[in-house]
């Protein structure tokens, strides 16, 4: 298992361009997730999937859009980058065994984007 | 609305030290879990623990070990004899029943072990 994937490792946009960060995952978990980490702010949730077809925002959503259309593949969307913008992103994943609750998320190594 | 806070922002120890972290963390949830995960300088995130509400067992893994006290709302985690290796961020973090995928972390504490 690759468990989750990030490309790319790390990437520099110009202010109003747009990007894709791609994020995969090979152990079929239902839940996906996206963070950004900024220095001294901890992890943020930006959006989050609980299966395919299905996406919801998280705490710090403006400027980002993401989609679903399979188990795998969770993509985040820049629409047009900002300097705030500029932090490192996490994606993860994770599944629920029954009811038993979150088993805990598998994040994938980061992408470090930098906006000038 | 749900928090963590990790009063720490920086702690430095000499190696061989006992140290531990604090998470105090607020939730109107009645189950919910815990978690914590260690950021070394390469910068991925491993995870340590999980511990669920229901289970308020202290917990040992080798030199590391978690006191969970639902009484004062905290999840401190505690490293024994430290070891340069042991340097990294520490997030703690929370997350609701079936909401594995929204955690919500600490703003993290920073150890570092000197030789």
């Known amino acids: 298992n690759a468990g989750v994937t990030q490309t790319p490792k790390f990437q520099v946009l110009k202010t109003g361009q747009s990007m894709t960060l791609q994020c995969a995952q090979d152990?079929?978990?239902?839940?996906m997730s996206w963070y950004r980490q900024d220095p001294g702010m901890g992890l943020r949730l930006i959006h989050y999937s609980v299966g395919a077809g299905i996406t919801d925002q998280g705490e710090v959503p403006n400027g980002y859009n993401v989609s679903r259309s399979t188990t795998e593949d969770f993509p985040l969307r820049l629409l047009s980058a900002a300097p705030s913008q500029t932090s490192v992103y996490f994606c993860?994943?994770?599944?629920?065994?029954?009811?038993?609750?979150?088993?805990?998320?598998?994040f994938g190594p980061g992408t470090r984007l930098t906006v000038t | 609305a749900q928090k963590v806070t990790q009063a720490q922002t920086e702690i430095s120890v000499v190696e061989k030290e006992d140290v531990t972290l604090d998470c105090v963390y607020e939730?109107?949830?009645?189950?919910?879990?815990l978690f914590w995960y260690k950021q070394p300088p390469s910068g991925e995130l491993v995870f340590l623990i999980r511990?669920?509400?229901?289970?308020?067992q202290n917990e040992i893994s080798g030199r590391y070990s978690w006191n969970f006290q639902k009484s004062t709302s905290s999840f401190n985690f505690t490293i024994t004899a430290s070891q340069v290796v042991d340097s990294a961020v520490y997030f703690c973090?929370?997350?609701?029943?079936?909401?594995?995928?929204?955690?919500?972390f600490g703003k993290g504490t920073k150890l570092t072990v000197n030789p």
């Open positions: 152990m079929n978990h239902e839940y």
């Open positions: 973090a929370l997350s609701p029943q079936g909401g594995s995928e929204k955690l919500v």
């Open positions: 511990r669920n509400s229901f289970d308020e």
């Open positions: 993860a994943s994770s599944y629920s065994i029954g009811t038993g609750g979150p088993f805990g998320q598998y």
């Open positions: 939730t109107r949830d009645t189950t919910y879990y």
